[in-house]
Nanobody, 125 residues
């Protein structure tokens, strides 16, 4: 069992930046596939960034070039650096982890079997 907890959300003007963090606790596996997903009201949850077990990264087209996913293995922390934020980025952002190999799949939410509770990001015009 692993517990994930997000932090770093908040309100920001369009064009601004935020850095989200996700800490893992409990019984953890050292080589998870990890990612960030978001969900806006009335919309499906979508994966926006994923860190593969081999260290490579995958991004949704909507955030490519603006968001960066990374990790600190020693601190068991995943982060999401979000730059050039747009109002359409407004959503609840979730940290997620999977013990399976994600590398050969598209950004499916169903690949993840551990989820945090989310942190709200609001981008205003």
């Amino acid at each position: 069992q692993v517990q994930l907890k997000e932090s770093g959300g908040g309100s920001v003007q369009a064009g601004g930046s935020l850095r989200l963090s996700c800490t893992a606790s409990g019984y953890t596996y050292s080589n998870y596939c990890m990612g960030w997903a978001r969900q806006a009201p009335g919309k499906e949850r979508e994966v926006v960034a994923r860190l593969e077990r081999d260290g490579s990264t995958t991004y949704a087209d909507s955030v490519k070039g603006r968001f960066t996913i990374g990790r600190d293995n020693a601190k068991k922390t995943l982060y999401l650096q979000m730059n050039s934020l747009k109002p359409e980025d407004t959503a609840m952002y979730f940290c997620a982890a999977s013990t399976v190999d994600c590398a050969d799949y598209a950004l499916y939410t169903r690949l993840f079997n551990y989820w945090g509770q989310g942190t709200q990001v609001t981008v205003s015009s």
